[in-house]
């Protein structure tokens, strides 16, 4: 029975792995053939995945691996989620490559690998797995932040991303050293018996490894002031990859920190709880002051990405079954808009290439009106303006904070979402009521890949914007926490 576990718990992880495989044979096998061949192999593995993680929902919970994994309904949720970012990703991608000469089957085999990685750290039930998770993700996304070598832009974000990772895996070892040290074991499950039966020899010890996996994971979920790398990394990097790591990292990153905190050291609150909330509020008003200073729309969306890393914090805060559910919907939203702005980047264009500063998305309403405001949605959910399903993301984790007894990290998180909704509107407002500068040559990428992400982030947002309360409940029914 548990060699069978093993295999089910894995079959979608082995599915994204053996599609890197393939894809990696089949250009050992024709090296010169380059085309969209590879970008629908890539979707099959995904989808294949996809299909395969689904068929786990509703399943009694399984553990793989001696308890190094864990097969169950939150897993299933998140891995949609970055399954759903790597999809996207990848229908964004073939124009981008193609454009650049960098359509290599290397690149879908990366983009796989770091799939794999995220949906596995999502899955992890052992401290040791998810340090292995996660460096399995962070050397695909190093080597594919610098994919355009031709660039020094990203170079140095490759480069900067590797050296701070580095630096973020060594709080992470020190952190499951001293978990270890503390409670004798790695195993999450074991960990949660051995602090609520009392049997920490040292709960100072337990209390820092905690902080010290936060830390390292908050580098993952790009939290202040562990954010060092995302302005830089975000703009150098090739804007599919970019969006792949907005939202794909950031949904593993978490879904990993509300297994360590809330499943394993729920008893240990008053050890992260009060640090969390301090760094929750640092994260979304430093990136919401910082972010209107920008004009450069690719750096002025990381300090986006950084801000909602604050907003889906208080979900974890709070601690409860009101607050996880949030954070699973939340990241939901969050991954569809903010990959849908970044296809917009990628959707306007000039001589130049990508237009990336604020400047030159002036009058675009007035020659492309349906583009225009097809970005200006994504900026809006981004903003947290109702209807749509960023508005309801928000509104179900301020919900939660209050509930859970944090109405200061909602007052102060409100606050900052008025400040961020100057920014988003900003682009809005260039846009549609400036003119469009003489001789603009401005066009639009028309290639079907990048539509049909467009179509997916729309259909997302919407849905969660017309029916939160279906997503909710969706997000309720993955809870395999108490509280």
Known sequence: MPVVAN?????????????????????????????????????????????????????????????????????????????????????????????????RAEFYALLLLATAGMTLLAVSSDLIMVFITVELLSLALYVMAGFERGRLEAQEASMKYFLLGAF?????????????GGTGTTNLLRIRTETSLGGVADFRLVGLAVVLLAVGLGFKAAMVPFHMW?????????????????????AAAFAALLRVLVLAVPELRWSWQ???????????????????????VKRMLAYSSISHAGFVAIAVVAASRSGIAAALVYLLVYTAMT??????????????????????????????????????????????IPPTGGFWAKWYVFFAAIRSHHAWLAIV?????????FFYVRVAVVMFMQDPPEGDDMELDR???????????????????????FFLHLAEKALPFGG
């Open 7 to 103: 295999w089910t718990t894995l079959l979608p992880e082995m599915a994204l792995v053996g599609g890197a495989i393939f894809l990696l044979l089949l250009d050992a096998a024709k090296p010169s053939q380059r085309g969209p061949h590879l970008a629908f192999f890539t979707l099959v593995a995904l989808v294949l995945s996809g299909v395969l993680a689904a068929m786990q929902w509703g399943h009694p919970v399984t553990n793989a691996l001696g308890g190094m994994v864990v097969g169950d309904n939150f897993g299933v949720f998140a891995r949609f989620i970055i399954l759903g970012a790597g999809l996207l990703a990848t229908f964004t991608a073939p124009s981008y490559l193609h454009r650049r000469g960098l359509d």
């Open 168 to 180: 973020a895996s060594a709080f992470l070892l020190y952190g499951i050293a001293f978990a270890f």
């Open 230 to 250: 995302t302005p830089d990394v975000y703009e150098g990097s090739p804007t599919p990859v970019t969006a792949f790591m907005a939202g794909g990292t950031k």
């Open 274 to 296: 009060g640090p969390l909330a301090g760094l929750t509020v640092l994260t979304v008003v430093f990136a919401s002051v910082i972010a209107v200073a920008q004009t450069d």
């Open 339 to 384: 990959i849908g702005a970044f296809a917009c980047v990628m959707l306007f264009r000039d001589g130049e290439g990508e237009r990336v500063h604020l400047a030159k998305y002036s009058g675009l309403g007035v020659r492309r009106p349906a583009a225009a405001a097809l970005f200006a949605f994504f900026l809006f959910s981004l903003a947290g």
């Open 413 to 421: 998180a409100v606050g900052a979402s008025v400040i961020a909704a």
């Open 447 to 469: 290639s079907v890949g990048l539509r049909i992400a467009l179509a997916l982030c729309l259909l997302v947002v919407i849905a969660v914007g017309v029916a939160p309360g």
